[in-house]
T-cell receptor, first 113, second 114 residues
Framework: SQTIHQWPATLVQPVGSPLSLECTVE??????LYWYRQAAGRGLQLLFY??????ISSEVPQNLSASRPLDRQFILSSKKLLLSDSGFYLC????????????FGSGTRLTVV | GENVEQHPSTLSVQEGDSAVIKCTYS??????FPWYKQELGKRPQLIID?????GEKKDQRIAVTLNKTAKHFSLHITETQPEDSAVYFC?????????????FGQGTTLQVKP
């Protein structure tokens, strides 16, 4: 069966520090991968998605970047964090076809201080 | 751009009553509409979904209806229980091709009072 792993679970980082969040999927090949951010009490904002290795689409101009170095690995990064980057970051995967639901990772709660 | 509007933002009902959450979407090419439940501090979990070739789908106490002409879809929960209390998100596919991209509504906080 397919599983999705996301780490770390919580992170407290100072303003201006770098960020690297990792997400991996097991039990499937060529998944679509997604990064979402959820601000406190808010909805889910799509940040990046990827349909294949090295293929990254950005939805919102911002201080973040994403990379997909392996088929089942998706990384969210920042060179210098801002206070506004705080939030709950969720990785998700879906089959490589449209019209299928997501399975979300357990999320990373990032607090920038 | 693609947009999904969700109402109400908060909903409080008595245990045993019904709850209805409504969403509208803007992309006429949307063809898949899932609903997610998110408990406090947890990941969203898929609870039910509907595809564009179906008008209604039911799974025990929850049902979803879709009106493609009006670009509306709704979640219905009957005989609500305290454990139904959570944030509920609707979503719709967006974009062309096989991106599987989902645009989410802003969420509805449902409180079921015992």
């Amino acid at each position: 069966s397919q599983t999705i792993h996301q780490w770390p679970a919580t992170l407290v980082q100072p303003v201006g520090s770098p960020l690297s969040l990792e997400c991996t999927v097991e039990g499937t090949s060529n998944p679509n991968l997604y990064w979402y951010r959820q601000a406190a009490g808010r909805g889910l904002q799509l940040l990046f998605y990827s349909v294949g290795i090295g293929q990254i689409s950005s939805e919102v101009p911002q201080n973040l970047s994403a990379s997909r170095p392996l088929d089942r690995q998706f990384i969210l990064s920042s060179k210098k964090l801002l206070l506004s980057d705080s939030g709950f970051y969720l990785c998700a995967w879906s089959e490589d076809r449209a019209s299928y639901g997501y399975t979300f990772g357990s999320g990373t709660r990032l607090t920038v201080v | 751009g693609e947009n999904v509007e969700q109402h109400p933002s908060t909903l409080s009902v008595q245990e045993g009553d019904s709850a209805v959450i409504k969403c509208t979407y803007s992309d006429s090419a949307s063809n898949y509409f899932p609903w997610y439940k998110q408990e406090l501090g947890k990941r969203p979990q898929l609870i039910i979904d509907i595809r564009s070739n179906v008008g209604e789908k039911k799974d025990q106490r929850i049902a979803v209806t879709l009106n493609k002409t009006a670009k509306h879809f709704s979640l219905h929960i009957t005989e609500t229980q305290p454990e139904d209390s959570a944030v509920y998100f609707c979503a719709a596919t967006a974009g062309s091709g096989n991106t599987g991209k989902l645009i989410f509504g802003q969420g509805t906080t449902l409180q079921v009072k015992p």
